[in-house]
């Protein structure tokens, strides 16, 4: 095997950690494949001593903080509110999920409160809880003080910890009240959908300005009652089916044939807290290359 052939092989035995730890920071599939496209062209060229895995995952940390700082301004001038790109992540493209910590650190709903960090605190964060990266180890990555990588981690946990209500469910249970939740959606049941949706249910809806959707929060139940009543009726829906989402229960809804868009619920105990629904069609390009 010649050296280029083993420096690939070296690359491709990284490619799924890195891709996991990029969409983590970016919340963008996309622009997490062409983070890690880019990682590997640096590395193609590099002659580093140091260890791929190290190498790299610094590489990576660094490419997206620089995008997070631009996708900011960006993001300001987004049409309605911004949500993460959907991922089916039980064909393992984005890396070990066999810790809780893990598996929280890509839903949808840590994705967003993620947005509310600065991008070291995230990056910190990410490597800490999704990664299991030593405090020394993340330094190294963000070539900071150790103490200050602390202070970052603890106020990263500060805010996620403060807003986040968990829930501790076995995702077969979640499945289960999800598949209930659709089956009042479908029959009209007023009353079972009040018996599942949190007084204070707060509903995201990203169109991007390219499909319908909510271009505010909906924090009313009954206006959010009417409209998932609506959209289950609607003579264009073709499909409403339970799927998957970032390792979570989803609602999978296409309208004419084709996908509409990928709903995310956050559970507390049996009630819904909180409903994702992305619909923007650039988003969920890479959901469907990943389904189909």
Known sequence: MDAAQERLERFEANRR?????????????SEAEDVVQDAYLRWERSDSAVSPEAWLTKVVTNLCLDRLTSARAQREQYVGPWLP???FADSGVLGPLETVEQRESLSLGM????????????????????F?????????????????????YRRARQHVGAARR????????????LERFLEATLDGDVAGLERMLAEDVVAWSDG?????????LLVDREKLLRYLLDLAGHPRVTSITVGTANGEPAIVLDVDGRLFAVIVPE??????????AVANPDKLAFFTKQTT
């Open 85 to 87: 790109e959907p991922v």
């Open 111 to 130: 994705l967003v409160l993620l947005e509310r960090l600065t991008p070291p605190e995230r990056a910190a964060f990410v490597l800490r809880e999704a």
């Open 132 to 152: 299991g990266h030593s405090h020394r180890e993340v330094a190294e990555v963000l070539e900071m003080d150790e103490a200050h990588v602390r202070q970052l």
């Open 17 to 29: 950690r890195l891709f996991g730890l990029a969409y983590r920071l970016l919340g963008e599939a």
């Open 208 to 216: 991007g300005g390219k499909a319908p959707a909510l271009r505010h």
């Open 267 to 276: 559970f507390y105990g049996d009630r819904i807290t909180a409903l994702y």
């Open 166 to 177: 968990r829930f501790t469910a076995a995702p077969e249970q979640r499945r289960k009240l």
